[in-house]
DNA sequence: GCCTAAACGTTGCATGTCCTAGTATATTCA
DNA sequence: TGAATATACTAGGACATGCAACGTTTAGGC
């Protein structure tokens, strides 16, 4: 997306906070602007490698997590709460899977509500061969010690606690 | 988005992973899981904030660079580069607040090829406004420990930096 | 049993991001 | 000087996300 800059842009920012007299909230003002932009530095990265598979995060999130369910299906609602992403964010991934005859909609036996998603033959090894390329190309180099891998499960976890995504 | 789960499933993840053998990657795995999650979490605080102003995080984060810039002015190209993000998001923006009369476009004297993004009186006033909301309802309680934001800074700009951010 | 309230999934709309391609202008170099 | 190359911005398309509204189905209160 071009050329480093000669100085970080997001501690310059912080410095202009503390100039404008928010001082302490320069810091967490910082810590958030990190946050957004590592994710899209660590997002750009899993999409170039999930391309060559014909995925997308969302997609491929999906798929490993039916992967992972005992069955291999999963109603929609389930999985909107799993992935923590809004129900028709599901109705569009399982469209294009479903086109792409990885995953297959089937009535719920009981709830005619409900629509069941389930992995095809073909999903699944989709899902194994993506996992692999993400585990060899983007976790085994991640970019952080292993200490700080440590400290930002913890620390975001909490905040993550916090925020009500789980209890416990 | 729903209610809050009865378990962390960033850490459960983790736990299929390893269960997968792929034992060392598995931390590293829901790091960077988490880091997208928290993200998500703080783009959707952010962007409710800033709601009421007419203002997406994008086009807030165009306005606070432009306020900050010495003469309110700056070429597209640049506010791309300082913002990390592609020529064409730029564009987008700048027709959005064009449209809303917050910023205006004007030649550059000397190079043709490039326009000069300018605040206008509106855009200042509601670059203010924003970051005052963002500084009361966002930062002032940001969900990290004093202590771990400066951890999250120190660990979030040393990956920025090897990933190629920026040099120092 | 019936009727209202709630849950589930889908569709339409708005937004943002990136990519590819195209146009216009600058710069470089033979 | 003139052609080839590089740079700046824009247009159109693919994709993901969230909100609001809708139709269908289920559950609860009377």
Redo the contacts with the bound molecule.
């Keep these: ?1 071009g050329t480093p800059l000669s100085r970080d842009p997001i501690a310059e920012a912080q410095r202009n906070w503390e100039e404008q007299g928010w001082g302490d909230l320069a810091a967490p003002m910082a810590a958030i602007t990190a946050i957004m932009r590592t994710q ?1 530095i660590l997002l ?1 990265r899993i999409e ?1 490698t999930l391309k060559p598979f014909g ?5 491929y ?1 999906l798929l490993a997590l039916l992967n992972f369910a005992r069955k291999g299906a999963l ?6 709460a799993l ?14 899977l479903e086109r792409a005859g990885l995953v297959a ?1 089937s009535p ?1 036996p ?7 998603i389930e992995l095809t033959a073909k999903g699944r090894t989709a899902a194994k061969n993506a996992a692999t390329a993400l585990n060899t190309e983007v976790f085994r180099a991640p970019g952080f010690s292993p200490g700080d891998v440590k400290d930002l499960i913890r620390i975001l976890g909490e905040f993550r606690r916090n925020a009500g995504d789980f209890e416990e």
Excluded: C
Excluded at 75 to 80: G, H, I, Q, V
Excluded at 83 to 96: C, K, Y
Excluded at 110 to 116: A, E, F, I, K, N
């Design positions: 997306m899209q750009a170039s995925l997308t995060f969302a997609r999130e109603p929609m609602n389930k999985a909107s992935l923590q992403v809004h129900p028709t964010s599901v109705t569009n991934a399982v469209d294009r909609r719920h009981t709830d005619g509500r409900t629509t069941l």
